[in-house]
């Protein structure tokens, strides 16, 4: 090979190294300038898919570019969430998921090899939706106290959203907290979970106010008290675990988070926790969250790493002592 022609290979590398920190600043700095891809990795119509259009068509009028929202449903959100994964790490492909994708799946579905420290820049979480205990009014259960009476006089059955589920772990968990022992039976979903409450095929569930409420309001399904520590808007006249005196309330919300692939410049990540925070202030986008009985929660980078490491940590826990394996 000629030596001139050796040189200039050498200079153009060197040349095109030492432009790489400046191209990246500079796309950093005019970011986004094209269309920005936001996964969900499940089916339209539920909450989560609810509040990724509402952060998508705001993000799209403060960016001034397209927002697309894409469903890619399957494997408990795996396929999605993996795809997310594998995306380049630049800010233009964007992951909208419930606070299991994050840290349950890890733990669940070692196979996929999903890390949590390693797979994700996380952007922050969105909103939460506390979960309402409801139950099938045949039961003749009207408060919390009566349902853990009738549950010590006989052994209930529960639907969950799958083995693994929050709605799984969650009432596992309330059964521990109150010496109980129900029949976990598992229906791929929320709704064909909270179905089953309604038609009598099982006691009792969990779910969050969209994938209930309808039901409540037509009386098939009877809410008892929601999780957390204050009374949900839409639901008034039922109480909060901790108002009722549940301390250790085992009912933990669900949250809807925002995040992208490992390796995105943190400059892109601090614009986009940035926009977020300040769409979580539209009047607007604040009604319609809180008419699906969804909370605004402008939660920051940091403050969604430590709540999946605390996740992993408890749900893990839980996971490893009831033996719980994925279908």
Known sequence: ?????????????????????????????????????????YPAGGAVDLTARLIAESLRQQFGQT??????????????????????????????APREVFGINPVLMPQHGLDWRKDFAYVGIVATGPYVLIVNPSLNVKTLVELVALARSRELAYASFGKGSM??????????????????????????????????????????????????????????AVGGGSRLQQLPGVPSMVELGVTDDPLISNYFGLAAPAGTPPAIIDKLAAETARTLTSPDTITKLQANGLIPTAGSPKAMTDSVAGDVEHFGRLIRELGIKAE
């Not at 095109?16 to 300038?33: D, F, G, H, K």
């Not at 795996?78 to 492909?93: C, F, L, Q, S, W």
């Not at 521990?176 to 569930?205: I, K, S």
């Open 67 to 96: 927002v697309v929202v894409e469903n890619r449903p399957g494997a408990n959100g795996m396929v999605g969430t993996i795809a997310v994964v594998r995306a380049a790490p630049d800010g233009y492909t964007l992951l909208m």
């Open 1 to 41: 090979m000629p030596a001139s022609f050796t040189r200039r290979r050498l200079i153009v590398g060197l040349t095109l190294i030492a432009s790489a920190p400046r191209a990246v600043a500079q796309s950093e700095s005019t970011y986004p300038n094209k269309p920005i891809q936001l996964i969900v990795p």
């Open 167 to 224: 709605a799984h772990l969650n009432i596992e968990a309330l059964c521990r907290g109150f010496g109980l022992r129900m029949t976990h039976v598992p229906y791929r979903g929320a709704p064909p979970a909270v179905v089953a409450v309604a038609t009598g095929e099982v006691a009792l569930t969990i779910a969050t106010p969209p994938a209930a409420l309808s039901l409540m309001q037509d009386g098939r399904v009877r809410a008892i």
